[in-house]
């Protein structure tokens, strides 16, 4: 740990709707995947620590499941709880939104800060799709009257447009204090935990609409011998009608989602990966408190 009294270190959450890029930001700023990324809303299922250090500071960030409205099941409801546990006890709030949109799910998110935060930095992501930046100015003006924030930053996560002034807002914010983590540290997160994660992006964007939301992923065993690891997997799904679709025909889906996580693992753990999957049916997991808790969901 840094033991220096000029150091900075504090805890900073990310929140937002689904899909506004909070996962693609904390991957940009820790410069490595620790958080997996999709286009499709939900990506996200937990709370994900990626940490930051440069120039005496350390920010220790959370990135947390988009929030969105119903709560129909189990999972939803942990998800939208995760999001709103991570708005309490943290220094900094950086509350993510896409560029010219702001509706009453924003709204709603936005009213439920806590009152006691002194640092809530607005982020206005995917500037770069916005043809006519001169509509810009009159959302920001528009939206500093809803609330007070302590900065308002545009961005691009996906170009890695103006990160670097959204980093030195951040880092400006940090109270003083030892660093938790050493220098080097980009993350919190088990290997185990993070190969689930990228097997289940590949899932994700091999799959249909619906069936993503219905897929936990299980490491059965994670070994390394002879500079190789060895990972065995299991995906869950809801129906068997699903199992056939993640398997695919002649099980090329599935090889597919393998191959792709297979190559993304051995780029992260820096070693070859021999990587099996197999697919299975629990039925009803994700409105089933019980099942979750089994595959690491903390209901706490």
């Given at each position: 740990?840094?033991?220096?009294v000029?150091?900075?270190?504090?805890?900073?959450s990310l929140?937002?709707?689904?899909?506004?890029?909070?996962?693609?930001?904390?991957?940009?700023i820790?410069?490595?995947?620790?958080?997996?990324?999709?286009?499709k809303?939900?990506?996200t299922?937990?709370?994900?620590?990626?940490?930051?250090?440069?120039?005496?500071?350390?920010?220790?960030?959370?990135?947390?499941?988009?929030?969105?409205?119903?709560?129909?099941?189990?999972?939803n409801?942990?998800?939208n709880?995760?999001?709103?546990?991570?708005?309490?006890?943290?220094?900094v709030?950086?509350y993510v939104?896409?560029?010219?949109r702001?509706d009453?799910e924003?709204?709603?998110?936005?009213?439920?800060?806590?009152?006691?935060?002194?640092h809530?930095?607005?982020?206005?992501?995917?500037v770069d799709?916005?043809?006519?930046?001169?509509?810009?100015?009159?959302?920001?003006?528009?939206l500093?009257?809803?609330?007070?924030?302590?900065d308002?930053?545009?961005?691009?996560a996906l170009?890695h447009?103006?990160?670097?002034?959204?980093?030195?807002?951040i880092?400006?914010?940090?109270?003083?204090?030892?660093?938790s983590y050493p220098a080097?540290q980009v993350?919190?997160?088990?290997?185990?935990?993070?190969?689930?994660e990228?097997?289940r992006?590949?899932?994700?964007?091999r799959?249909?609409?619906e069936?993503?939301?219905?897929?936990s992923?299980?490491?059965?065993?994670?070994k390394?011998?002879n500079?190789?690891?060895?990972?065995?997997?299991?995906l869950?799904?809801?129906?068997?009608?699903?199992k056939?679709?993640?398997?695919?025909?002649?099980?090329?889906?599935l090889?597919?989602?393998?191959?792709?996580?297979r190559?993304?693992?051995?780029e992260?753990l820096?070693?070859?990966?021999m990587?099996?999957?197999w697919?299975?049916v629990?039925?009803?997991?994700?409105d089933n408190?019980?099942?979750?808790?089994t595959?690491?969901?903390?209901?706490g």
């Open positions: 740990m840094t033991k220096s000029d150091s900075r270190t504090g805890y900073v929140i937002g709707k689904t899909n506004v890029g909070k996962s693609t930001l904390l991957n940009q820790v410069e490595q995947k620790v958080s997996i990324t999709s286009r809303p939900q990506t299922r937990h709370r994900l620590l990626g940490i930051k250090t440069k120039a005496g500071a350390q920010a220790i960030f959370i990135d947390t499941p988009g929030f969105h409205k119903g709560q129909k099941r189990a999972l409801r942990y998800m709880k995760v999001a709103l546990d991570a708005m309490s006890g943290v220094d709030l950086l939104i896409e560029a010219l702001f009453e924003d709204e709603r998110l936005l009213s439920q800060i806590p009152a006691n935060l002194d809530v930095i607005l982020v206005i992501n995917k799709r916005v043809l006519d930046k001169g509509r810009l100015l009159p959302f920001i003006e528009k500093s009257l809803n609330f007070d924030f302590s308002i930053v545009p961005i691009s170009k447009q103006n990160i670097d002034s959204l980093e030195d807002s880092f400006s914010k940090l109270p003083k204090g030892t660093h080097d993350a919190d997160t088990t290997e185990r935990f993070l190969t689930s990228i097997i992006e590949k899932c994700i964007t799959v249909g609409d069936i993503p939301y219905r897929i992923v299980m490491i059965d065993s994670f390394l011998e500079d190789i690891t060895h990972i065995d997997a299991t869950f799904v809801e129906k068997k009608s699903q056939g679709i993640v398997i695919g025909q002649g099980g090329k889906r090889k597919s989602i393998g191959t792709a996580a190559l993304d693992l051995e992260v820096q070693t070859k990966v990587l099996s999957l697919v299975k629990k039925n009803g997991w994700t408190e019980a099942l979750m808790s595959m690491g969901y903390d209901l």
